[in-house]
């Protein structure tokens, strides 16, 4: 199994544009979250989703957006970038959701978003 | 409010040393708590969690709910153990890991 996969691994956007981050989960997990990583911080939690359904949302704009797909796979959107959206965006998967959560989440090697 | 609080942000001993990288919380409740590893140029995953008890590459952590503390030790450090090493709980709803800022951790010879 190769893991957590995420594309692009590395993107350069201007101010104003619109970005697509695709991640595909470990084979049998069905839960996906998405984590924003500044330089010198902790991850962030922006979004999980658990069989297609939004299940928690972390303190991000509506300009971040994401959607799963049947085939549990995730995109994260973020549109009108900022300065401040330049972070390495990490996406992780699990086996399923809330109280009966196993715990671990397993990441991918993150998406690099430098916007100019 | 949840919170993870790590103090260093860089943690320098000798290879044979003793290693202690501090972890406090704030939760209401029993929390679920975690540290995850990122070595060189590898992702971040899992080195332990509070309720499985054990001890990862001689790893291990207790939780003190009275200090609210869930310190990573390691009597003592190899070179290998050089990474960044992130303390983190689940949220109230278990949706979402809350990490700290992380601590580096650098084993010389």
């Known amino acids: 199994d190769a893991g957590v996969t995420q594309s692009p691994t590395h993107l350069i956007k201007t101010r104003g544009q619109q970005v697509t981050l695709r991640c595909s989960p470990i084979?049998?997990?069905?839960?996906v979250s998405w984590y924003q990583q500044v330089l010198g911080q902790g991850p962030q939690f922006i979004f999980q989703y658990y069989e297609k359904e939004e299940r928690g949302r972390g303190n991000f704009p509506d300009r971040f957006s994401a959607r799963q797909f049947p085939n549990y796979s995730s995109e994260l959107n973020v549109n009108a970038l900022l300065l401040g959206d330049s972070a390495l965006y990490l996406c992780a998967s699990s086996l399923v959701s809330g109280a009966a959560n196993t715990g671990e989440l397993f990441f991918g090697e993150g998406s690099r978003l430098t916007v100019l | 409010a949840q919170r993870v609080t790590q103090p260093e942000k860089l943690l320098s001993v000798f290879k044979g040393a003793p290693v202690e990288l501090k972890c406090n919380y704030s939760y209401s409740g029993s929390p679920e708590l975690f540290w995850y590893v990122q070595y060189s140029r590898q992702r971040l995953q899992l080195l332990l969690r509070h309720i499985s008890r054990e001890s990862i590459k001689g790893f291990t952590a207790d939780l003190n709910k009275g200090e609210t503390s869930f310190h990573l030790k390691k009597p003592f450090a190899q070179e290998e153990d050089s990474a960044m090493y992130y303390c983190?709980?689940?949220?109230?709803?278990?949706?979402?890991?809350?990490f700290g800022k992380g601590t580096t951790l650098s084993v010389s010879s």
């Open positions: 084979s049998g997990h069905k839960s």
């Open positions: 983190a709980l689940y949220n109230q709803a278990g949706t979402a890991l809350i």
